[in-house]
């Protein structure tokens, strides 16, 4: 299937993503601060990127932004999942370069949907 890059300095939310997507037939990488995901996404090639926002360092907006900015990685898929559930925290999230936005905690149903739909199947 798809290598998906979980980016999240949350053990608990790293480990529940994972194992949604290893049962889906996904292989997960995992990077823990947005800029650890910057520094490896070019050399991992990720189908697509789960990115978390409130992480210390670059954040997950800021990683988003650079991601998208980034000739080499533009075209990779970024799906935000957090824990910010206003309205202004998606509108942002898709203004820095996310294709869609997800509410933790993350329920496995929406999670797969989502993914499906940015993989394009």
């Known amino acids: ?3 998906v890059m979980i980016v999240d300095d949350s053990p608990t939310d790293v480990q529940n993503i994972r ?3 290893v ?3 996904h292989q997960a990488i995992e990077a823990t601060t947005g800029q650890d995901a910057l520094d490896r996404i070019k050399t991992e090639k990720p189908d697509c990127v789960i ?3 409130v992480m210390p360092g670059v954040n997950g907006f800021q990683a988003t ?3 998208a900015r980034d000739p080499a990685t533009s075209k990779i898929p970024i799906l935000v ?4 559930n206003q309205e202004s925290d998606r509108m942002w999230a898709l203004r820095q ?3 869609d936005y997800l509410v933790k905690p993350v329920k496995e149903t929406e999670l797969l949907t989502k993914l ?3 993989l394009g199947g």
């Open 19 to 21: 194992s949604i997507l």
């Open 65 to 67: 932004r650079q991601l």
């Open 116 to 118: 499906k739909a940015l």
């Open 1 to 3: 299937m798809a290598r």
């Open 81 to 84: 999942v957090s824990s910010k």
């Open 23 to 25: 049962k889906a037939g």
């Open 51 to 53: 990115m978390d926002v």
């Open 97 to 99: 370069g996310a294709k």
